[in-house]
């Protein structure tokens, strides 16, 4: 403690002249008391500014974890409720309503770093008869995942992780940015300025590189722009002109993105281009695709769509494309549930293997997750996945064992 501040000098001479009024006869334990009190306020008065600004409790600092997070989730049936906010509540409080993100790990008891230092963090609950298996759930309470954008209208936040579950980008309730996080190192870093409601309303996508040394945010509104995050510098470019990106390849030498971003609905002359750029924005192809064209292959070398046949009875397809320039490689069949479903792309696991989700079109029916090879067209479910139907997620390393 500084005992030259200006506020240590004041509260001495207070002290001084509460001891000289407390020697008058049979005040002795009120003048006592009321010392104490003062000097418990003093205290944390003092504790609290020592850096010119108030700090409520010392921010979260986590250290290194091995295991590779499977999934981030979020339940279907939420604790949070949507509330409305009035004049009284600070900024944070209004904009951030929920922190329900859930990361699923699985580990080996005792084996690699698991200091996370969140409370209730990692608790062994085997899921197989090797009693050293371990599966934990911790709620990562930093991580918003619903914000209030105004007083009637709230949106989801998203939270993403690398195949190898090793590295995370979400945004912060303390830093109220987006921030990348290397759960290895046990570092986390700024990825994007502080950001408020209207930026969050303008955020369109938010991509890690498969590396996880590079990270994006995207936004659209009046000025488009890219920010890309180099993890190892901590040094962030800004490319205007892009509100959304579909896609990293490794150390993000290949960034697949659009110039405009439209609601549904809404025409835009540029709305179905899909540019090939790469980190430092020199574009290398350009051409004109569908609203469901997504997801960058970690090679950079293509993109998918998710087509379904119009009709009763209708087939779903996985089209693969040239990324630079569109050209079909190859259309495969999806036969995923055993009766007809909806199919939504969920990313790559490796450069052979997507991931798709797959639900029967009536409540109720059928669901799960499928890894679709996109050399031969041959699925397999992915089992160890213990998602419902329901859950918002966000996929990490899905496989628990190969």
């Not at 009190?37 to 091995?66: C, M, T």
Request: glycine content about 10%.
């Amino acid at each position: 403690m500084n005992r030259t501040s200006s506020g240590w000098v004041e509260g001495r001479r207070f002290l001084l002249e509460v001891k000289r009024r407390s020697a008058r006869p049979g005040s002795l334990r009120r003048t006592g008391l009321f010392i104490l009190l003062v000097f418990v306020i003093g205290v944390g008065f003092l504790y609290f500014n020592r850096h010119g600004e108030s700090k409520a409790i010392p921010e979260w600092q986590p250290g290194p974890f091995d295991p590779p997070v499977q999934y981030a989730s979020i339940p279907e049936v939420s604790d949070c409720r949507d509330r409305l906010t009035d004049a009284t509540e600070d900024t944070k409080a209004k904009l951030v309503l929920c922190s329900e993100w859930t990361l699923h790990v699985n580990y080996k008891k005792g084996q690699g770093r698991q200091e996370l230092d969140l409370p209730y963090g990692m608790g062994c609950a085997g899921f197989k008869n090797d009693e050293d298996d371990c599966s934990s759930d911790i709620q990562l309470f930093d991580a918003a995942s619903k914000v209030q954008i105004d007083g009637s209208y709230r949106q989801g936040v998203p939270l993403r992780i690398t195949p190898d579950g090793h590295f995370i980008s979400y945004f912060s309730k303390s830093w109220m940015r987006y921030v990348g996080w290397d759960l290895r190192a046990g570092q986390r870093k700024a990825i994007s300025p502080r950001l408020d409601a209207k930026a969050l309303n303008d955020l369109q996508s938010v991509n890690i590189s498969p590396d996880g040394r590079f990270f994006t945010v995207a936004f659209s509104g009046a000025q488009p722009r890219l920010l890309v995050t180099d993890f190892t510098t901590g040094q962030t470019s800004t490319l205007p002109g892009f509100c959304r990106v579909l896609g990293l390849s490794q150390a993000a030498a290949v960034i697949a993105a659009k110039r405009a971003c439209t609601d549904i609905g809404e025409d835009e002359p540029n709305g179905d281009t899909i540019t090939i750029l790469n980190r430092q924005g020199l574009v290398t192809g350009e051409w004109k695709g569908g609203d469901s064209v997504d997801d960058l292959s970690p090679d950079g070398r293509l993109l998918v769509e998710v087509l379904a046949s119009v009709g009763e009875g209708g087939k779903e397809h996985l089209v693969i494309r040239e990324a630079k320039t569109g050209k079909v490689v190859r259309t495969l069949t999806l036969r995923l549930l055993s009766e007809p479903s909806d199919a939504i792309g969920y990313g790559w696991i490796d450069n052979d293997e997507y991931i798709l989700q797959a639900e029967t079109p009536e409540p109720g029916g059928s669901f799960g997750y499928y890894g679709v090879n996109i050399r031969t067209g041959k699925s397999v479910r992915i089992r160890d996945l213990a998602l419902s139907l329901g859950e918002k997620a966000s996929l990490g390393k899905v496989r628990i064992k190969n």
